[in-house]
């Protein structure tokens, strides 16, 4: 084989940053429920999805959030928290619609918030009261700073989000 001279710099690689990323699979999220491990897997080869995986005493783990959803919250632009886990039920911010939804493992997502240009993170469980606190931000009003607020969420869908504190520009980890 020959060989042929080139610039410093001017060759191709058939190594791409895309090879060397697509199947590396990010991390996050952890979070305990009973014995069972759950966690946010992102994964490049399939879009970028984020998607919640369960592991089990026996060392077993499955994916939770079926194909169609990710779950990625876009409060703060960035995210926050996407899921939380009470009672061996999930809820989860999903990306495309930033609607929360509820899932009973291993049965499908129903959505517990309405459609609009709502989005939820941070959720925490108020097992005395029965309801789920969120941050809510607010980005239907499209002339002005999305409206962020302290929500309370029934969990099984039922109503509207009530708020509990509004009017600052932040709100975090409830």
Not at 2 to 14: C, N, T
Not at 47 to 76: A, E, F, M
Request: proline share 8%; net charge negative.
């Amino acid at each position: 084989m020959e060989k042929i001279r080139s610039q410093f710099g001017s060759w191709s690689s058939p190594i791409s940053s895309d090879l060397i990323v697509n199947e590396t699979v990010s991390l996050g999220q952890l979070s305990l429920d009973g014995e069972d491990i759950y966690w946010i897997e992102g994964r490049p080869s399939d879009g970028g999805r984020q998607v919640l995986v369960k592991r089990t005493p026996d060392g077993n783990s499955h994916d939770i959030t079926p194909d169609l959803y990710s779950c990625r919250s876009l409060v703060h632009e960035y995210g926050g928290a996407s899921y939380l886990i009470a009672n061996e039920t999930v809820y989860f911010s999903n990306y495309r619609d930033q609607r929360v939804y509820r899932q009973k493992p291993p049965g499908s997502p129903i959505p517990i918030t309405p459609p609009g240009e709502l989005r939820y993170a941070d959720g925490v469980y108020d097992h005395k009261r029965n309801r789920i606190i969120y941050i809510l931000e607010d980005h239907s009003d499209s002339h002005r700073h999305p409206v962020n607020s302290l929500v309370s969420i029934d969990p099984a869908g039922i109503g509207q989000a009530q708020p509990l504190v509004t009017g600052n520009d932040f709100y975090s980890s409830p």
